[in-house]
T-cell receptor, first 110, second 114 residues
Framework: GIQVEQSPPDLILQEGANSTLRCNFS?????LQWFHQNPWGQLINLFY???GTKQNGRLSATTVATERYSLLYISSSQTTDSGVYFC????????????FGKGTHLIIQP | KAGVTQTPRYLIKTRGQQVTLSCSPI?????VSWYQQTPGQGLQFLFE???????NKGNFPGRFSGRQFSNSRSEMNVSTLELGDSALYLC?????????????FGPGTRLTVL
């Protein structure tokens, strides 16, 4: 099945800093999503981005499907941005369901 | 529009028992998928239901089963619980199948097996 690798696994930043999270995947995808998991475990949708670039406030994402990677940018980090960020993909071909990376654990210090 | 809801939110069971978890999708969504999250294995796909039919199943034993009702609500059942079944169980819904459509997750059910 498709492999998803996220980097870095852990990231500690000061409030106000910018960060870039990376997601590499091993096959072409029909679906790519970025999530933020809150302290209670719920996955919050950030972006649905199988290709192209999107922006939502301080967050933006870019997926280069031909090169099999996606980037999530967080600007002017706030302590509330802390948590685990997951990239998840679906390669289709009958393999329904999202395949998740192991996540990036982001800690924003005041 | 209300989000995905899951009940119960927390559950404690003992080994050998069985458990049923419930998921109500976003209104109008016809696909429901289930995922298991553990510290060791991360987030793993369990199965997906679309129009009351199981479309696909992940690599889990037959003790894990599910169903979907005509109103798109779904239940999953785990029989003969094992300690390793302790996990956060997440349900997601989407308009169409998960292959192409954005999925939205519920708050999860945290199952503890003693």
């Amino acid at each position: 099945g498709i492999q998803v690798e996220q980097s870095p696994p852990d990231l500690i930043l000061q409030e106000g800093a910018n960060s870039t999270l990376r997601c590499n995947f091993s096959d072409s995808v029909n679906n790519l999503q970025w999530f933020h998991q809150n302290p209670w475990g719920q996955l919050i949708n950030l972006f649905y981005i199988p290709s192209g670039t999107k922006q939502n406030g301080r967050l933006s994402a870019t997926t280069v499907a031909t090169e099999r990677y996606s980037l999530l940018y967080i600007s002017s980090s706030q302590t509330t941005d802390s948590g685990v960020y997951f990239c998840a993909v679906n390669s289709g071909g009958g393999a329904d369901g999202l395949t998740f990376g192991k996540g990036t654990h982001l800690i924003i210090q005041p | 529009k209300a989000g995905v809801t899951q009940t119960p939110r927390y559950l404690i069971k003992t080994r050998g028992q069985q458990v049923t978890l419930s998921c109500s999708p976003i209104s109008g969504h016809r696909s429901v998928s289930w995922y298991q999250q553990t510290p060791g294995q991360g987030l793993q796909f369990l199965f997906e239901y679309f129009s009351e039919t199981q479309r696909n199943k992940g690599n889990f034993p037959g003790r894990f089963s599910g169903r979907q009702f005509s109103n798109s609500r779904s239940e999953m059942n785990v029989s003969t619980l094992e300690l390793g079944d302790s996990a956060l169980y997440l349900c997601a819904s989407s308009l169409g199948t998960s292959s192409y459509n954005e999925q939205f997750f519920g708050p999860g059910t945290r199952l503890t097996v003693l």
